[in-house]
T-cell receptor, first 107, second 116 residues
Framework: RKEVEQDPGPFNVPEGATVAFNCTYS??????FFWYRQDCRKEPKLLMS???SGNEDGRFTAQLNRASQYISLLIRDSKLSDSATYLC????????FGSGTRLSIRP | GAVVSQHPSRVICKSGTSVKIECRSL??????MFWYRQFPKQSLMLMAT?????????EQGVEKDKFLINHASLTLSTLTVTSAHPEDSSFYIC????????????FGPGTRLTVL
């Protein structure tokens, strides 16, 4: 089993739609969780940290479920510019990246 | 936010030559820097963790004699790909974790290496 698993997608949704991704992790000792966004041929950029109580940043909401060992990312009112690969990142003794979920927003 | 630079952004070299990639934290001190490699359509794979003033810790399967890492100061780490071969062609990305910046990693823009 991979340490961090994501559905690779691609998710192809219309502009304005709400889309959600999940990510599961295997190490129950994991301490920190993040969502990164990576555009084609570019470096990953931090989208948001994920806190136990859940957190929101504009159209983006991240949640953590420690009991089930998954984190989620919800994007509301999606924009064309949201098209990217979203990487789930988990930190225990080292950083582990998920393989990413590709999102494509169509007009 | 914190800024990390990499140089060069793109390099093409002949097989058998060595290539050095620099990673700098511009506005913070990075006690730990990480080197990743990303092949097309794949996720980032951690190659090694570099701590200032000590030897790097390499991930399983990464040859430390081929990928030389030096973290000489709190703002600079270098990765040297020695005797590069076409299969080393990849996107190399560094990231830095700074003092007092929690677990967040800030990524450099990456270096695209093409070995002919």
């Amino acid at each position: 089993r991979k340490e961090v698993e994501q559905d690779p997608g691609p998710f192809n949704v219309p502009e304005g739609a709400t889309v959600a991704f999940n990510c599961t992790y295997s190490n129950s000792a994991s301490q920190s969780f993040f969502w990164y966004r990576q555009d084609c041929r570019k470096e990953p950029k931090l989208l948001m940290s994920v806190y136990s109580s859940g957190n929101e940043d504009g159209r983006f909401t991240a949640q953590l479920n420690r009991a089930s060992q998954y984190i989620s990312l919800l994007i509301r009112d999606s924009k064309l510019s949201d098209s990217a690969t979203y990487l789930c990142v988990v930190w225990a003794s080292k950083i582990i990246f998920g393989s990413g979920t590709r999102l494509s927003i169509r007009p | 936010g914190a800024v990390v630079s990499q140089h060069p952004s793109r390099v093409i070299c002949k097989s058998g030559t060595s290539v050095k990639i620099e990673c700098r934290s511009l506005d913070f001190q990075a006690t730990t820097m990480f080197w990743y490699r990303q092949f097309p359509k794949q996720s980032l794979m951690l190659m090694a963790t570099s701590n200032e003033g000590s030897k790097a810790t390499y991930e399983q399967g990464v040859e430390k004699d081929k990928f030389l890492i030096n973290h000489a100061s709190l703002t600079l780490s270098t990765l040297t790909v020695t005797s590069a071969h076409p299969e080393d062609s990849s996107f190399y990305i560094c990231s830095a974790r700074g003092i007092g910046l929690s677990d967040t990693q800030y990524f450099g823009p990456g270096t695209r290496l093409t070995v002919l």
